[in-house]
């Protein structure tokens, strides 16, 4: 089996021998009258437009494959909407143009004109009268037997991917029509579209460690977006009752089957609303976007069914730790027994200096996300989280000690967040310094001040509920894929030699 330099230096050899002859490599003025998806459903639906002896078609691909028999040989190419056969004859296409397809390899595009035939084992096969070299590819793609399985290469040459594994291209057109599907849900509820700074003079809206910048001409550090919440309710405050942003964010953390350091969400604000008005919605939007990506509102993760239909389990924090984790309710607001219990599990709190300042809300959430959460298989609300891990939610009137907020988790892992906005900018200075202090305390996820935030509060905003839904994880699970990095075009990979 030759090796890949082998194969590069003689495509590169017919490269300088058509040259040599006068052959434009990369040629732009071929026009395209039918896709293959085109000619494919015409066939289907007996058009003799397409059909006919006489039925010319122009067309284009990438040649996928070739066997040759002498002065002629079938091809197989592909286009954006399928693959489909060609039969490329000499006495047909003629010598100087047959002589040029000789010099062609698999991974070339290749422009056909021809009418469609049968073969004699009832294949439509394009029979060429013409064909034109659009550009010549100087490596060879990947054997097509064992094809493109090596996952590190596949995410660091995803154009490969897409090109060898046609099931992996399904995935992000599956991806593409959920993000279409919520644009156009959340449109039809009279929520207007915006966008918001990727570069902020202050990282906020979430507690996470930001990536940090400069901007030369304004001598000025800016962090890249951990969220865009709090301009999204400036726009409330001014007068956007309903804004939506589906956005990319940013957040300095680790890399695993969940988490890429950048990866969008769908952020949403409703003014007159509360986390249980989202709660419903969230419930609909689901079962209509699992609908309409699969054609089911039960799909299979994994090997797990998870069904989309209502009612969705709610259940409180609280009663989540006791039932499924087995916390004894008594030590609930025992800080140092919380803290014994989370060390004892292997639990990771933090740096001794980050243990001083986590009071026990933030130690019982950390019990949830490892005892708790990777159970939640179907879709479960849980509600009625501390006011110490929900900064920007409103507080519960009957139980403030608590917060009108909810988390949705599907398949072990969260999907969304929501609550009822906390627009009481007194109380919203107050949870700010606090988290200051947690922040100096050694803790770089802790909300920063936002003076002007504030200040915009202050100009009063309306009673708001708002959610955040994250959609590379939505996209894993409409697409059973295990990893982000499977929903992700680009993810962040770490830098290599290996060519």
Same mark, same amino acid.
């Given at each position: 089996m030759e090796q890949t330099g082998d194969i590069i230096d003689i495509r590169k050899e017919k490269i300088r021998e058509m040259r040599h002859s006068g052959t434009d490599l990369y040629p732009n003025d071929f026009s395209v009258t039918h896709s293959?998806?085109?000619i494919q459903q015409a066939l289907i639906n007996n058009d003799t437009g397409i059909s006919a002896e006489n039925a010319a078609i122009r067309t284009a691909g990438r040649i996928m494959a070739i066997n040759r028999f002498g002065k002629s040989a079938f091809i197989r190419f592909?286009?954006?909407?399928?693959?489909?056969?060609?039969?490329?004859?000499?006495?047909?296409?003629?010598?100087?143009a047959y002589a040029l397809f000789k010099l062609m390899d698999i991974g070339d595009f290749i422009g056909l004109t021809g009418?469609?035939?049968?073969?004699?084992?009832?294949?439509?096969?394009l029979l060429a009268d013409s064909l034109r070299l659009l550009s010549k590819a100087i490596r060879p793609l990947p054997e097509k037997f064992h094809g493109l399985k090596d996952p590190e290469k596949r995410y660091r040459q995803r154009y490969l991917d897409l090109i060898m594994n046609p099931e992996v291209r399904e995935i992000f057109i599956r991806r593409s029509r959920l993000v279409q599907f919520i644009r156009k849900f959340l449109i039809e509820r009279d929520f207007l579209e915006v966008e918001t700074p990727m570069m902020q003079p202050i990282a906020g809206g979430a507690e996470a460690k930001p990536f940090k910048t400069h901007h030369n001409a304004l001598d000025m550090d800016l962090y890249l977006r951990i969220a865009p919440e709090l301009y999204l309710k400036r726009l409330v405050t001014g007068g956007f009752e309903r804004v939506f942003e589906i956005n990319r964010n940013f957040r300095n953390e680790g890399i695993s089957t969940q988490h890429n350091p950048e990866f969008?969400?769908?952020?949403?604000?409703?003014?007159?609303?509360?986390?249980?008005?989202?709660?419903?919605?969230?419930?609909e939007m689901f079962q209509q976007a699992a609908v309409f990506v699969t054609?089911?509102?039960?799909?299979?993760?994994?090997?797990?069914? %998870? #069904?989309?239909?209502?009612?969705w389990k709610q259940i409180t !924090?609280?009663?989540?730790?006791? +039932?499924?984790?087995? %916390? #004894?309710?008594?030590?609930?607001?025992d800080r140092d027994? !919380?803290?014994?219990?989370?060390? +004892?599990?292997?639990?990771?709190i933090g740096k001794q200096e980050e243990r001083q300042v986590l009071d026990a809300g933030k130690i019982l959430t950390k019990l949830f996300d490892a005892l708790v959460e990777p159970k939640l298989i179907q879709p479960t609300f849980i509600t009625g989280y501390p006011v110490s891990v929900s900064p920007l939610s409103r507080r519960n009137m009957e139980k403030p000690d608590l917060t009108d907020r909810f988390e949705l988790f599907i398949a072990g892992r969260e999907i969304a967040n929501g609550f009822s906005e906390l627009n009481d900018p007194e109380d919203q200075r107050e949870r700010f310094l606090r988290q200051v202090q947690h922040r100096e305390a050694g803790d770089e996820e802790s909300h920063m001040m936002d003076e002007d935030y504030i200040k915009a509060l202050e100009y009063g905003m309306p009673p708001t509920a708002g959610e955040g839904i994250g959609i590379d994880r939505l996209a894993m699970l409409l697409t059973?894929?295990?990893?982000?990095?499977?929903?992700i075009l680009f993810p962040h990979m770490k830098a290599t030699d290996r060519k």
């Amino acid at each position: 089996m030759e090796q890949t330099g082998d194969i590069i230096d003689i495509r590169k050899e017919k490269i300088r021998e058509m040259r040599h002859s006068g052959t434009d490599l990369y040629p732009n003025d071929f026009s395209v009258t039918h896709s293959v998806g085109d000619i494919q459903q015409a066939l289907i639906n007996n058009d003799t437009g397409i059909s006919a002896e006489n039925a010319a078609i122009r067309t284009a691909g990438r040649i996928m494959a070739i066997n040759r028999f002498g002065k002629s040989a079938f091809i197989r190419f592909k286009d954006r909407t399928g693959q489909m056969q060609a039969y490329v004859r000499q006495d047909k296409v003629g010598s100087d143009a047959y002589a040029l397809f000789k010099l062609m390899d698999i991974g070339d595009f290749i422009g056909l004109t021809g009418t469609m035939f049968q073969t004699k084992t009832g294949e439509w096969t394009l029979l060429a009268d013409s064909l034109r070299l659009l550009s010549k590819a100087i490596r060879p793609l990947p054997e097509k037997f064992h094809g493109l399985k090596d996952p590190e290469k596949r995410y660091r040459q995803r154009y490969l991917d897409l090109i060898m594994n046609p099931e992996v291209r399904e995935i992000f057109i599956r991806r593409s029509r959920l993000v279409q599907f919520i644009r156009k849900f959340l449109i039809e509820r009279d929520f207007l579209e915006v966008e918001t700074p990727m570069m902020q003079p202050i990282a906020g809206g979430a507690e996470a460690k930001p990536f940090k910048t400069h901007h030369n001409a304004l001598d000025m550090d800016l962090y890249l977006r951990i969220a865009p919440e709090l301009y999204l309710k400036r726009l409330v405050t001014g007068g956007f009752e309903r804004v939506f942003e589906i956005n990319r964010n940013f957040r300095n953390e680790g890399i695993s089957t969940q988490h890429n350091p950048e990866f969008t969400m769908l952020e949403f604000y409703q003014a007159y609303a509360t986390f249980k008005d989202l709660m419903t919605l969230t419930e609909e939007m689901f079962q209509q976007a699992a609908v309409f990506v699969t054609g089911s509102v039960e799909v299979q993760y994994q090997g797990e069914p %998870i #069904d989309f239909t209502s009612p969705w389990k709610q259940i409180t !924090l609280y009663d989540a730790l006791e +039932s499924i984790a087995g %916390i #004894d309710p008594a030590i609930f607001q025992d800080r140092d027994k !919380l803290m014994e219990t989370a060390l +004892s599990a292997g639990i990771t709190i933090g740096k001794q200096e980050e243990r001083q300042v986590l009071d026990a809300g933030k130690i019982l959430t950390k019990l949830f996300d490892a005892l708790v959460e990777p159970k939640l298989i179907q879709p479960t609300f849980i509600t009625g989280y501390p006011v110490s891990v929900s900064p920007l939610s409103r507080r519960n009137m009957e139980k403030p000690d608590l917060t009108d907020r909810f988390e949705l988790f599907i398949a072990g892992r969260e999907i969304a967040n929501g609550f009822s906005e906390l627009n009481d900018p007194e109380d919203q200075r107050e949870r700010f310094l606090r988290q200051v202090q947690h922040r100096e305390a050694g803790d770089e996820e802790s909300h920063m001040m936002d003076e002007d935030y504030i200040k915009a509060l202050e100009y009063g905003m309306p009673p708001t509920a708002g959610e955040g839904i994250g959609i590379d994880r939505l996209a894993m699970l409409l697409t059973d894929s295990p990893s982000i990095r499977d929903v992700i075009l680009f993810p962040h990979m770490k830098a290599t030699d290996r060519k």
